[in-house]
């Protein structure tokens, strides 16, 4: 293992006390590109967990607490009309984060679950 990693998750077992498998695991999910769901009973550190490899990786980060209410516009951003310059600009969501946190899913609608 590199020892560029091996110090990473030196320093998260050190934030996250226990769980040094899901800190691998996570760490292959990331350095291949992919995305990863954690499921855990509350209070156990999912989010500590995600905002400290994002710290460590010196990822940008971000969190979403998903609501009923939220749009997909909420997620991936808008297109504003500036009318005196006659153009639109867009203003980027969340989801443009190079590491995003993802909270209850399961709230969302499945028009918002989509644009994930």
């Known amino acids: 293992m590199n020892t560029d990693i091996q110090h990473a998750l030196q320093q998260l077992n050190t934030l996250i006390l226990g769980k040094e498998n899901v800190l691998q695991q996570l760490f292959t999910a990331v350095l291949a590109g992919g995305h990863v769901l954690l ?24 969190r979403v607490q998903f609501t009923n209410d ?24 969340p989801v443009f984060h ?11 609608s499945p028009k918002l679950q989509s644009a994930l």
């Open 98 to 108: 190079a590491f995003l946190l993802a909270d209850e899913i399961n709230r969302a």
């Open 39 to 62: 499921e855990d009973v509350p209070g156990v550190g999912k989010t500590t967990l995600a905002h400290g490899v994002a710290a460590v990786l010196g990822l940008d980060y971000r």
């Open 70 to 93: 939220m749009l997909p516009s909420d997620l991936l951003g808008i297109n504003v009309y500036r009318p005196n310059e006659g153009r639109f600009e867009f203003h980027p969501g």
